[in-house]
């Protein structure tokens, strides 16, 4: 399975970007999708994840009730909304295959492609 995010930008403190990321190969062999970023000289941190067969989402706390993911499987596709953006946002996305219903860790998911880069004015 092969995954790339799309759709990062430069945008002002409060507004909202809508990410994707395009799954392609056995998405079958995925539990679902989860959403990373990485700021400049920090670690990669955990976002938001979604199950691929259901609704079942998890959210980071920093994240909690501004993001929100979604799939369209049809599309075979992952969103993440992003509203009421914080300079601390800014980082580069990565979606990535999850491998199970409790995986947060970054060393836990694979099938990484490029990121996107989020930049959040203030």
């Known amino acids: 399975v092969q995954l790339q995010a799309f759709g990062g930008g430069l945008v002002q403190a409060g507004c909202s970007l809508r990410l994707s990321c395009v799954v392609s190969?056995?998405?079958?062999?995925?539990?679902?999708v989860g959403w990373f970023r990485q700021a400049q000289g920090k670690e990669r941190e955990f976002v938001a994840k979604v199950s691929w067969n259901s609704v079942t989402t998890y959210y980071a706390d920093s994240v909690k009730g501004r993001f929100t993911i979604s799939r369209d499987t049809a599309k075979r596709s992952v969103y993440l909304q992003m509203n009421s953006l914080k300079p601390e946002d800014t980082a580069v996305y990565y979606c990535?295959?999850?491998?199970?219903?409790?995986?947060?860790?970054?060393?836990?998911?694979?099938?990484w492609g490029q990121g996107t880069l989020v930049t959040v004015s203030s």
């Open positions: 990535a295959a999850d491998p199970s219903p409790i995986a947060t860790f970054t060393r836990d998911f694979g099938s």
């Open positions: 190969g056995r998405a079958s062999s995925m539990y679902g």
